[in-house]
């Protein structure tokens, strides 16, 4: 069974930054497609980086020019980069792997539980 462990969230100011981190294990198949979602008090959750095996990342308007996903394949594992924190990123950030590709006994879609980020102002 796939699964996903995210770490890297907390407490910091507005301006700060975190590095978020998620480790997938469980398969011999390494993910296609990585992403990170957040789901924000109130609102439901929504993608916020996305990066395909092809390299070719794509961010949510939100928070283009302040977080940078990255993934090592060799272990494999996610990162989020997020610089020039605000107040209005606060909430849970979730980390997704998905394998499309090859015989469907080998393909998933797994997430992780979650780590909490809070910006203070």
């Known amino acids: 069974q796939v699964q996903l462990v995210e770490s890297g969230g907390g407490l910091v100011q507005a301006g700060g930054s975190l590095r978020l981190s998620c480790e997938v294990s469980?398969?011999?198949?390494?993910?296609?497609?990585m992403s990170w979602y957040r789901r924000l008090p109130g609102f439901p959750r929504e993608l916020v980086a996305e990066l395909s095996e092809d390299n070719s990342a794509h961010y949510a308007d939100s928070v283009k020019g302040r977080f940078t996903i990255s993934r090592d394949k060799a272990k494999p594992m996610a990162f989020l980069q997020m610089d020039s924190l605000k107040s209005e990123d606060t909430g849970g950030y979730y980390c997704n792997a998905k394998r499309t590709v090859g015989s469907m006994r080998d393909q998933y879609n797994a997430w992780g539980m979650g780590t909490q980020v809070t910006v203070s102002s």
């Open positions: 469980g398969t011999l198949h390494s993910p296609n497609i």
